[in-house]
Structure formats: C-alpha cells, structure tokens
C-alpha cells in the first residue's frame, strides 16, 4: 500500500492557491519527496507530514520550479539536524544544477549538517526493499535527462488463515516464516509447506509519476495497468500547440495516455493559473471519467484495486 501526498500542485510559478511542484509518496517507513519547488518545507510543514525520515528525494528534472526548494529545505536541516543523511536522486544534469545550488549558494563552504549523497539516476531500479521498489524510466521534455518514477509492490501469495486454522497451525513464528515463504516444523512433529497456507500470486501496487513531459508514446508501457497515474497537465488543448513547443502535457493528451495504458486512476497536477480548475477537470473527464485534478495537500491511499482519499494523519 502506498501513500501519496500533494503539496504543490502549480505549474512554473506559484498561485494563491497552489504551492510548486512537490509531492511525497509514502510505503511504511519509507518517505520519498518527489521533486521540490520553492516554498516545499512550510508545505510539508502545513500538510502535517513533518520533515522525519525524509531522507530520499527524487528529482524529475532540473528546471527550477521543481528544484529550489532544496536550498531552503537544506538551510532548515543544517540548523535543526532532524535527519542524518540525504540522499538526492536525479539525472546526471539536473543533479549539477542542485549541486551547485547547495554547494555554491547555500553552503558557500561550510560542511552540510548531515550526510548528502547525489545518485545520478539512469533507467532502472533505483532503489529496492524485501517488498517493494522504486524505478526511474526516461521522460521526454525540453532537454534530455528527465526521469518518471515508478513504484512497484512485488507481487506476493497471500496467507490464507481459514486454511492454517484447518491444519490447526498455531499463531506465533510458524505463520510468520510461511507467510516468509519457508516450511515449518510444528511442536507436534507435522512439516508444513508455505503452499499448504499461501494463496495464488497477486500483483502488487503500482503507481507511476510522471514530471513534466511533452510525449507519450514511451510511456504507455510503463504505465500499463498502473493503479495510479500521476501526472502534469500544464495546457488545455485549446492551446496545444503551445503545450508542444514547451514541451508539456494538455488535460486531453494526459487523459488519454490514461486511458491507452488501461491505468486504474489518474491524477493531473502542475496545473497552470492560465485555465480555471473545472476546465482542466472537464477536458480530462471528457476522455477519462475518473480523472482527478489535484490540489495542495491532497492525499491518497493506493492499494492494489483501491483507490481512496485520506486525511493525512501523523502517527
Ligand atoms: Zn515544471
Ligand atoms: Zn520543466
């Protein structure tokens, strides 16, 4: 299950209503900032979410409405210390960009607080746990080096207890290790294998984001049957042809990847303060009815076949 918080939702500059371009996806302990705009650390303050854990950033591109909001987050952090490490994900030009941010602007010299560590991201797993894993595929937009990320659950065999009930397995360690996927030895003598307990294989959750982008093509694989698409939707198609010579996303084209790639649920985001709200929900819906359009601090629970909106609760 993941957890997907907006907090900003505006595209290039900001409005009254919306913050820049950032958002945090969350699966247990794990905490991933997804790009950060300007003014990112007092809406990570204002959503309650709080700065603990928020050790990994992933940076979709180096352009600044979706990256000088690390200077600020790392000046707050050199004085509070409330993390031990850093660790910056982006592509190998956006990374010199916020290197020079930090290094060059913000630092001028002085030792960081914590430990920070520049990842350039190249196609491909980046990050991985027991259950779940982060990847980063390539995004067309203007320049080179823009990256989507995708969130993957693996696939798992649940544990069915009506049967380890049947075979009177008791609770405790013995459920744990075959739910782990190892056979055990029961105080009674019995041997049971994980099989005996554990459903067929179902798929895990999957959720893809997608930065700013003037393409789709390379994409629908990717998004194949996500659970949730999130992604820009700068233009209305009104006004395509500007969308393309910047690169960006019309509500339609985004909606219609949606739908191409059979995702479950899309949410549209970087949303400009040139079009109101219900126009860029209206053009989406058009083409796919379940589309959403986010606003700053937003949140949602992703769950394989279940989509729902939350109130963010700090545990
Ligand atoms: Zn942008
Ligand atoms: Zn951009």
Avoid at 29 to 39: M, V
Avoid at 83 to 101: N, T, V, Y
Wanted: charged share 25%; proline share 5%.
């Amino acid at each position: 299950m993941f957890q997907y918080i907006f907090l900003g939702t505006s595209a290039s500059a900001p409005s009254v209503h919306r913050g820049l371009a950032a958002q945090m996806v969350l699966h247990d302990e794990y905490r991933f900032l997804i790009d950060c705009g300007e003014g990112t650390q007092r809406q990570i303050m204002q959503s309650g979410i709080g700065f603990k854990r928020l050790n990994r950033i992933l940076i979709t591109h180096g352009h600044l409405d979706h990256i000088l909001g690390l200077a600020g987050i790392l000046s707050t952090f050199s004085r509070w210390e409330t993390i031990d490490f850093l660790e910056i994900f982006a592509g190998k030009i956006a990374l010199e960009r916020i290197h020079d941010l930090l290094y060059t602007v913000v630092l001028r010299g002085a030792r960081p607080a914590m430990k920070i560590t520049f990842q350039a991201v190249q196609p491909g797993t980046i990050f991985e746990t027991d259950d779940f894993s982060v990847s980063a595929f390539p995004v067309f937009h203007r320049g080179s080096d823009s990256f989507g990320y995708l969130f993957a659950e693996k696939p798992r065999r649940p544990f069915l207890p009506e049967k380890a009930n049947e075979l009177g397995i008791p609770p405790g360690p013995w459920r744990r290790d075959l739910v782990n996927g190892l056979p055990v030895h029961l105080p009674d003598g019995r041997s049971i294998m994980p099989d005996d307990v554990l459903g067929p294989q179902r798929p895990g959750t999957r959720l893809v984001h997608v930065g700013d982008v003037g393409r789709t093509e390379s994409l629908i694989e990717v998004c194949q049957d996500a659970d949730l698409l999130v992604m820009e939707a700068t233009y209305l198609e009104e006004e395509a042809e500007m969308a393309q010579e910047f690169s960006h996303m019309t509500a339609h084209k985004a909606a219609s990847l949606a739908l191409q790639a059979g995702v479950k649920n899309l949410v549209l985001t970087h949303i400009s303060r040139r079009y109101r709200e219900r126009d860029v929900v209206a053009e989406a819906k058009a083409v796919f009815p379940e589309a959403i359009v986010a606003r700053d601090f937003d949140a949602f629970q992703v769950r394989r076949g279940e989509f729902t909106r939350m109130e963010w609760k700090e545990e």
